[in-house]
């Protein structure tokens, strides 16, 4: 994320006010989601995995999402 210049505080803002728009359940250790964000007009998604027991959520990896691979909702693939 630090390549992409996104920081923490965006990283931050889309944990909690982005939208689900992937569920991986099976994923291990823990179950990820991929959430997308909006912040002055640019989308970010971000990808992370959640220890519930530990209450701890853990960023995979966050990204500006590309219209090359993504619809323009930026919620489905192309």
Do not use: C
């Amino acid at each position: 994320m630090f390549k992409r210049n996104i920081s923490v505080e965006q990283v931050k803002y889309a944990i909690i006010n982005g939208e689900e728009i992937r569920s991986y359940p099976d994923d291990k250790p823990y179950p990820g989601k991929l959430l997308l964000a909006y912040e002055n007009e640019l989308p970010l998604h971000i990808v992370i995995a959640q220890n519930s027991f530990e209450k701890k959520i853990i960023v995979i990896t966050a990204y500006h999402p590309g219209s090359d691979i993504w619809m323009d909702n930026f919620k489905t693939r192309r």
